[in-house]
């Protein structure tokens, strides 16, 4: 169950309003690389993870709660940004400071524009945050991705704290606020930590590569096409060792038109670039499926399941008189 505390993890403070900055900050609310993305992501992902991985459980758990308290603190930096707004929006009898600006056509665009591109922000919060992007674009379950694999699911957390970061950086750019520029680095470097996290997590798991179970077919993993002609860049990624375990290597094909014609539509390519064979891929396979189903089905009851085990009151009383009667 979670439990709220009304002061923010972070001190977070404004400086002044600013309803344009306010309006772009909207994308780490309610955008596809916010805060709430991230809190509903890692909190769908922990539930297939509860029984057969408690540890990773509580890291997507305790992860979710903070990307919580994050939106929260983004939510109140919005909220302060967009300061006497509410107020003045609400008062719909007195002749306000807003509505003798919106009664002059070159105020109200003014306004309008220092809600940046979305109007509708004023229109429909008055003051508050909304559920969308900066964009007035509404906050999407499809954002999410779980996919009941830790070896996958952790790699998708790796990048949306690599997105979520560089919207952090980016978003610096675009205020002079001293006060939320110190908010802003806080929420950019907790996503450091939570990459270093998920990076952790994913190296305690072994195998983790490829992601999920299946192994690659040994004819084509280490073959790295040239698509760019004769000017083609060489690196780790198409050249020598690269990623790969020690005795493997890329195999380049500098010609893929001619290669596929050679090979038959690559149906006669033989494995190159790795010791692996199709008989130890589809052992491994075998292995791998075997031991990822084993772990799960021990941890999971195949009876009657109940998530949670509560403390029994009448043991604590039991316990106490007991006590009491020493």
């Known amino acids: 169950m979670f439990y709220h ?4 993890q972070f001190d977070a403070r404004v ?14 609310f309610g955008g596809p690389n916010g805060e709430l993305k991230a809190a509903m ?3 769908v992902q922990a539930f297939v ?8 459980y509580d890291l997507l758990m305790d992860t979710a709660t903070e990307e919580l308290s994050h939106l929260e603190i983004v939510g109140a ?12 929006m609400k008062n719909a009898v007195e002749n306000t400071y807003l509505t ?10 003014e306004i309008i524009h220092g809600a ?17 992007d900066s964009n007035g674009f509404p906050w999407q379950g499809y954002y999410v991705t779980a996919n009941s694999d830790l070896t996958v699911d952790l790699r998708s957390n790796i990048a949306a704290e690599s997105r979520a970061k560089v919207v952090y950086e980016y978003l610096l750019q675009f205020t002079d606020d001293p006060d939320v520029h110190r908010t802003l680095r806080f929420l950019m470097t907790r996503e450091i930590t939570h990459f270093q996290q998920f990076t952790a997590a994913l190296n305690d798991i072994q195998p983790n590569f490829p992601p999920a179970i299946r192994q ?8 790295a096409f040239n698509y760019s002609g004769p000017d083609s860049q060489r690196g780790p990624w198409n050249k020598g060792q690269g990623p790969w375990d020690k005795g493997e290597e890329w195999v380049y094909v500098e010609e893929p038109i001619s290669y596929v014609d050679e090979t038959q539509g690559l149906v006669e390519q033989p494995a190159q670039g790795t010791t692996k064979k199709q008989n130890d891929v589809t052992r491994k396979n075998k292995e791998l499926s075997k031991k990822r189903s084993e772990e799960i089905k021990k941890a999971v009851e195949s009876s009657k399941m109940q998530w949670s085990q509560y403390d029994d009151p009448n043991q604590k009383n039991s316990s106490t008189k007991s006590s009491n009667k020493k």
């Open 41 to 43: 992501q890692y909190f």
């Open 216 to 223: 690659g077919d040994p004819r084509y993993t280490h073959l």
């Open 77 to 88: 930096t919005i909220t302060m940004l967009m300061d006497g707004l509410n107020g003045e």
């Open 5 to 8: 505390v009304k002061n923010l």
């Open 100 to 109: 003798q600006l919106m009664g002059d056509n070159a105020k109200k665009d």
């Open 49 to 56: 993870a509860r029984k057969p991985y408690p540890d990773k």
């Open 15 to 28: 400086s002044g309003p600013d309803p344009k900055f306010a309006t772009l900050l909207l994308d780490q």
């Open 116 to 132: 940046a591109v979305g109007p509708g922000f004023l229109v429909e919060s008055a003051g508050g945050p909304t559920m969308t």
